[in-house]
Structures are given as C-alpha cells and as structure tokens.
Nanobody, 132 residues
Framework: QVQLAESGGGLVQAGGSLRLSCAAS????????MGWFRQAPGKEREFVAV????????YYADSVKGRFTISRDNAKNTVYLQMNSLKPEDTAVYYC?????????????????????????WGQGTQVTVSS
C-alpha cells in the first residue's frame, strides 16, 4: 500500500507557473501507473495527466497538452506536475493517484488510465488558484 501527499499548490496569476509534488511512502511509485486529476467547484473530477510505470510514456488531457508536464524522481519517490502558462480555468483542487491495474504493464498507458475509478490510492489534494 502507498500513501500519497501533494504539495506545491497556491495562488498564481494567469500566465504563471507552479510545480506540484506528490510524495509517496510505503511503496515505490515505479510500481504504479501515476495520474494527476483535478476538481473545480461544482464540477466532476477530471483527468489531467498520466505516467507509465517505466516513466517513459505520458498522456495528457487536451486542455493541458503543451502546458503541463508529468514526471517522476525515483530517488525521491515523488511525482511532479509542472504547470506553465496557467489559465483561470485551471483553478481546481489537484490530486495525484496511483493505480495497481494490470501490474505487468510497464511501458504503456491506455484509455482506462484516464478514468478516476481505475486508481486505488489518492492524495488529499492541493488547491491551485489562477487569477485573471
């Protein structure tokens, strides 16, 4: 079992950048497919980005493609979400999550990795607010 803790959220002006961190304990993050999701007030939780177990494959929601980057530092057992060119519509609580689904799959990600119900472990979330 893995415990996840996000940090790095805050208030930023439109066009600015933030880097979110998701620190893990209890297990190595390389054993999991790692995802970032976000939830804005009054909206459903939505997929943002996913990273394969190998760390070599990523996939992004269209709304963040080209602006956000997911990555992992194995030595620190931490996953990051670098967010650039932030927009007011990026305002949300951001969650990292770990998936045990299909444990033999190392190199790839698939459609189901964009679904929140594919994930077994979640952090508590960190608030990101982008002002216009």
């Amino acid at each position: 079992q893995v415990q996840l803790a996000e940090s790095g959220g805050g208030l930023v002006q439109a066009g600015g950048s933030l880097r979110l961190s998701c620190a893990a304990s209890g297990s190595s993050l390389s054993s999991y497919v790692m995802g970032w999701f976000r939830q804005a007030p009054g909206k459903e939780r939505e997929f943002v980005a996913v990273l394969s177990r190998s760390g070599g494959t990523t996939y992004y929601a269209d709304s963040v493609k080209g602006r956000f980057t997911i990555s992992r530092d194995n030595a620190k057992n931490t996953v990051y979400l670098q967010m650039n060119s932030l927009k007011p519509e990026d305002t949300a609580v951001y969650y990292c999550a770990a998936s045990n689904r299909r444990p033999g799959r190392v190199l790839t990600v698939d459609y189901y990795d964009t679904r929140s119900n594919s994930y077994d472990y979640w952090g508590q979330g960190t608030q990101v607010t982008v002002s216009s």
